[in-house]
């Protein structure tokens, strides 16, 4: 009886499972194996895809950008997170609310939208709106999506990124005692200190969960190149697995198809993503984050 | 009776009643027009007898499934879906819609129990967002009847079975219109020995030069006019252009990197400077895809010798722009001296940038790309957008009925003005709602010098590897030597066999 209602409750979670992730996982990774193409006919290929993957000259190039991408987005969206998350518990309550709020608004916007606001603001040429401002204060423009297109990725994607690492450590801070920091002030802390000393630790596992989900959700995730840089300015310069894995099936200006090769990049994004899982579970120790809390 | 069948039986004897009605207005206007005509040409007496009682008959037939249906009229749906992306293109949709109106007008006269209703929408979305929308739909059978797209997917939409040859409907509607359709479009939507499409319309990639500030390096007005002919004649070529820039960028007329401009991503610009130094795409033989290195090394010399790294004529940050927030304001406002675009360009500038008919003219005038060297010939590309018929298209003869109906002069040309586009019949060129059009006239000339795209599915991965090289060469990354590698590479590793490399 126990064991049924168990299967009934967790039914539904197992379906949708099931049916949206694990089965367009293994069509995806049996998709790898074919040649499917403009013509949608299934021929089996063998590991043709994997070794034209390894031999192709711009392959590098993908791997490079991708690590480039995910490790300074992640970076910055962890810790512009943390930063607003301090700031907006340290000041009054509706203050900080207010802030959290406002961080929140390029999450909610729409993507193409806000894309279009970001290309404006970061815009290469006089007209844009940080080059407007610089020039009004006797500056020089600068080429900011041509010259500094990683940083610009960076912070593209990482406000974004940031507003949930916001209100998770938010929420973990103001989940503190207040004795410790009380306690801490009367003996004599600094603020920098009771930061460093009480806050950090004291909201480690929230960081370390932030940070897994985060890294997985970058590997595949090209959104913002695809609608602000497209893998450009230059050859290849943005190009990361995934976005060349949307290239490769949907083509850019003209349809490309290649859906057979297109799926070796997702399949490698995948295996990379349950080998940084399991790393993740064992270095940050999750097991214990998720264990039955020691006190109340 | 099941519905699907009585449907069926109605639209096969409504083709046939159209057909009947084709042939009895053709055999009228016939007789009306021609002055004489050798006896054999004339249906016989007995003949037309016999299809005027099977039409009465077909139309009593009709009537009866019209009760049978509760007294309405037959309705055939047919769905039509177009693109722009440009708003100005929106008669590729209204001119199908006036076609079914049309053919609901000659039901109603003769009066056949049955109307026509076209359904279907004009996108604006990108054009990669809106092919793939096609191309999933016809995919999954949930496709359109009626689309349209360019003319060199023939191949790719053939090779899968997505649509129908039209060959046989061409022939037999030859008088209609299609003999008026200028002769070289046929080539553009052949493959394979068969017409697979319908041209909608065709264009014209011209080289816009900025008059003003030609005249700012001390061009004279003669020169200024002249240079359209000149490059006609192959007296200016691609690397005179790269000079005239060159020039312009020492002298201060224009900033660096605002001598040539072109788009600034991927599309179907980016083999005719390939074409201009006398490079070929597609083997006539096999049908394969060619790349001749020795004139691909010329374009990249040419392209490096434009960039930032050398003549600072093209600018490294080109793309990084968008079209329609950078690019075209910038055109528009005059500081760029050349400009690699399209007819349509014209249009749009005049229909979204605010620039006046009067101040185009006065500030701008455009001729072909030029040759790339002495000896050879001035080139454009152009990319005839076109009408297919998809197979799952149950009602095929109404709708290429509805095209042929769309395929009219005067339609036609309410879309080539508006969106600057060039004629598709030759009938358009004498017809005043075209010819008052002074850019259209100007231009007409272009479609002579035409170049297509080859009609060959992986064309886009070709075109695509093209654009990438070329972008690593204006933003610094390659010279012509590393361009050439690195582009030879891609073309074997993304193309195998499908590439003839000649060295």
Known sequence: ???????????????VVVSFMIVPAIITILMSFTNLDYRFIWEWVGLANYQKFISDINT???????????????????????????VSTHIHDTLGTLMRALWYLPRVMPSVIYAFIMMWIFSPMDTGFLNTVLKALGGEPVPWTFQYYWPFLFI???????????????????????????????????QLTIIRRIILPLIKWQIAFVVAYQTLSLLASFEYILLTLDGGPGYYSTEVMILQAYHLAFGQYLASMRYGYAAVFVTILLVIGLVLSIVYWRVFRLRELMAEPKME | MSTSKTLQKTTALLLIVTLIIGFIAGYLVHWATAP???????????????????LQSLKAQLQQLQQQAGGKPVEIVITAWTQGPERESIYRQLNLVEAANRLNAIFQATGVPATVKLEGDFSTAQWTDYRNKVFLALQGGTGPCIFQMEHHYAALLSENGWIIPLDDYVKKYWNWTYYDVISGLWDSVTYKGHIWGIPQD??????????????????????????????????????????????????????PGYGIWHRPNAGPDWPIVYLAFGGTLQDPSTGKLVADMKVWKKVFDWYYEASMQKGKVISDKITSLDFNRDVHPTVVSGKVLFWFGGTWHKGQWIGSFNLTEEKFWQMFGFALYPAGEPGLKPVTLSQPQVYFISKTCKYPEVAFLILTLATDPYLNSLHAVKSAHLAIL????????????????????????????????????????IFNVIKGIETGQFNSDQALQVFRQNLQSTLGDQVIIRE
């Not at chain 2, 004489?36 to 099977?54: C, F, M, N, Q, R």
């Not at chain 2, 061009?219 to 790269?242: C, H, S, V």
């Open chain 2, 426 to 465: 030759y009938s358009q060129l004498s017809l005043p709602v075209y010819t008052q059009d002074k850019f259209l006239a100007a231009t007409g000339y272009m479609v002579e010098y035409a170049k297509y795209q080859p009609l060959h599915p992986k064309w886009s991965d070709y075109n695509t590897i």
């Open chain 2, 36 to 54: 004489t005509a050798p006896a054999g040409e004339y249906v016989p007496k007995s003949e037309y007898d016999k299809l005027a009682s099977e």
């Open chain 1, 1 to 15: 009886m126990k064991l049924a209602v168990i299967t009934l409750m967790l039914a539904p979670a197992t379906v």
């Open chain 2, 202 to 255: 065709t264009e014209a990639r011209p080289v816009y030069f900025n008059k003003l500030l030609l005249k700012q390096l001390g061009w004279t007005d003669e020169q200024i006019n002249a240079l359209p002919e000149k490059i006609r004649r192959g007296e200016f070529t691609l690397w005179d252009m790269l000079k005239v820039a060159e020039e312009a960028v020492q002298k201060g007329v224009v900033q």
């Open chain 1, 60 to 86: 590098p190039i993908f791997v490079r950008n991708t690590i480039i991408y995910v490790a300074g987005t992640l970076t910055f969206n962890v810790g512009m997170g943390l930063f607003l998350a301090l």
């Open chain 1, 156 to 190: 593209v994607n990482g406000f974004i990124g940031c507003s949930f690492g916001m209100v998770i450590f938010s929420s973990a801070i103001k989940a503190i005692p207040q004795d410790y920091i009380i306690a801490a002030k009367v003996d004599g802390a600094s």
